[in-house]
């Protein structure tokens, strides 16, 4: 109850009180007088009224008061769901404009990160046909490397655009089986995911860790921390696998400087990076997200710590034990991919 209505309901009572007494008073002054109250009001029912309309007027005030304390706290409460309202929509508007700002920017990225590796390839490739350039074979390998690198990055940007696409429809598919993680991060390093300077600069540090995930999938998360490795990290680079219980995990680290910790779960938000650490203009803003996308719907979890000087990705899976791999793996899957990848 308001203090305003608790006031209203204490002068009501008081009121009523005061109004029933006076008819009180009016019959013991009759019964001292020798007057009977019964004959008194009997000869003059008048009385009746005159008695009893403080005591009425009493009740009727009380009740009016008690119904206007409830219309003002009505008021009350409406006013404070219409500031907590406006308070609500100013938010909203404030994070719409942020997200509308994100989108023109992360446009204006990718506009610019599609354009520069097709101008390249456009522009070696003409250069290979063109019958007026000679070149040698060392030069023809060279174009060609440079050729396979940025159509590579460019099939990298796409997918991560047309799973983020696909994720948030909920048309992405999994061909999940018993795999060894270890051997997931080999294959990264081995195959066309990362240049040959970027191999070399990771220590690797791999132990069995056997999951049922989707191997094209972790190489695509791998892939990812790599290359966020390599554009934001320290020069120290390492990656571990490990089983821990329950848990398997691989660990991306690096000795950089490490991401804020108001950002370190803004990272992994569409769009969005580190304004302190991972502010490159050249990057898209979609891979940590599609990361921890894809780790969570194979049941696992991707996360950011630091320590010790050093920054880790986590990526963890629940762990399978090794002696049903090879016939889980055996096992046809009924669904098929969504997205193609280049690993």
């Not at 060392?138 to 440079?146: A, K, T």
């Not at 972790?218 to 329950?246: C, E, F, H, S, W």
């Not at 996308?293 to 630091?306: I, Q």
Request: aromatic content about 6%.
């Amino acid at each position: 109850m308001s203090k305003q209505r608790a006031s209203i309901t204490r002068w009501g009572i008081f009121g009523f009180l005061f109004g029933a007494l006076f008819p009180v008073i009016g019959w013991a002054v009759a019964t001292r007088g020798a007057i009977g109250i019964a004959e008194a009001h009997a000869e003059q029912p008048v009385l009746w009224i005159v008695n009893l309309a403080p005591f009425i007027l009493a009740l009727a005030a009380l009740w009016i008061g008690y119904e206007h304390s409830k219309v003002v706290e009505a008021l009350r409460l409406t006013d404070q769901q219409v500031h907590e309202r406006t308070a609500e929509l100013r938010v909203s508007n404030e994070q719409l404009e942020a997200h509308m700002k994100a989108k023109d920017q992360f446009l204006a990225v990718v506009s610019h990160e599609l354009r520069t590796p097709l101008t390249v390839v456009s522009g070696f490739a003409q250069e290979l046909v063109d019958d007026d350039v000679k070149m040698s074979q060392v030069e023809e390998r060279e174009l060609l490397e440079v050729i396979a690198d940025q159509s590579r990055e460019l099939s990298f940007i796409i997918e991560d655009l047309l799973l983020t696409a696909k994720a948030d429809i909920g048309a992405v598919t999994l061909v999940p089986a018993v795999h060894d993680l270890a051997e997931e991060v080999n294959l990264v390093f081995t195959g066309c995911v990362c240049t040959q300077a970027e191999r070399d600069s990771f220590e690797l540090d791999l132990d069995p860790a056997i999951a049922n995930v989707d191997s094209t999938r972790v190489r695509q998360i791998v892939r990812n921390l790599l290359t966020n490795a390599v554009r934001y990290g320290g020069p120290k680079r390492r990656v571990m696998t490990r089983t821990d219980g329950d848990t398997v995990t691989i660990c991306v680290c690096d000795n950089g400087a490490g991401i804020p910790q108001a950002d370190r779960e803004r990272v992994f938000e569409p769009f969005q990076s580190s304004d302190q650490v991972m502010a490159v203009a050249e990057s898209v803003g979609l891979g940590l997200t599609v990361s921890r996308k894809l780790a969570r719907m194979m049941d696992g979890e991707l996360s950011y710590s630091y320590d010790d000087g050093m920054s880790t990705f986590r990526l963890s899976f629940p762990a399978v034990a090794a002696t049903g791999r090879d016939e889980v793996s055996s096992v046809p899957s009924d669904h098929s991919m969504s997205v193609p990848t280049a690993s």
